[in-house]
């Protein structure tokens, strides 16, 4: 449980292991806020997620420890989770903080040309970059605006191809045609 002056626990999933036969999976990852114990419940939110699990142990550096915080690069051992409930792109958090999303409103700063950007346009596929998830969308712009160009930003609305966590104010980079492209910022969660 997060004491009342800290943000609930966030981990995004930047790798998963399965050190044991049966059902105990380890999600590792660079815990973003809050603070996890042995015996919480977290959830798995993200691509497929919406499961619970009771974490049954922590390891860092491969010692065995009993709580990690923020800042801390972690292993959570999870119990009684199916082998393919927990992947990279996801994240573990206290039940009911954050929720998937496909859909979000953002301003985007684009990068130059030279360093691998182009115009930016509405129906443009990009491949999209939260936390440790990577996952195609399609841009819109608004009305009247006809591109991004490089060097520039704008205000876009992003629809995905499958659902990730995502909160208002959470950065992200995006990639074009194989290529670094730019970053921004969630502005808004659409319904």
């Known amino acids: 449980m997060a004491h009342a002056s800290e943000k609930p626990f966030l981990m995004p999933v930047s790798d ?7 059902r105990v999976v380890m999600a590792v990852g660079l815990i973003e806020r809050g603070r ?3 015996g919480d419940v977290v959830e798995i939110v993200g691509p497929d997620g919406g499961a619970t699990a009771v974490v049954a142990d922590i390891e860092q550096s491969r010692t065995r420890i009993g709580e ?3 800042e ?3 292993g959570l051992f999870l119990q009684d989770v199916a082998a393919d409930a927990v992947g990279r792109g996801q994240v573990l958090a206290m039940p009911g903080s954050i929720g998937a999303q496909v859909a979000f409103s953002a301003d985007i700063t684009l990068l130059s040309e030279e360093q691998g950007s182009g115009d930016v346009g509405s129906g443009d596929r990009l491949l999209f970059y939260p936390r440790t998830a990577a996952v195609w969308g399609t841009v819109t712009l608004p009305e009247g605006a006809d591109v991004v160009r490089p060097l520039h930003g704008g205000e876009v609305t992003v629809v995905l191809d499958e659902a990730v966590a995502l909160e208002e104010g959470q950065t992200f980079a995006f990639r074009r045609k194989g290529r670094a492209a730019g970053s921004g910022t969630v ?4 319904r």
Not at 16 to 22: A, I, L, N, S, T
Not at 187 to 190: I, N, P, V
């Open 16 to 22: 998963v292991f399965r050190p044991q036969q049966g």
């Open 36 to 38: 996890v114990r042995q």
């Open 68 to 70: 990690a915080s923020a």
């Open 72 to 74: 801390m690069n972690v």
């Open 187 to 190: 502005t808004q969660l659409l």
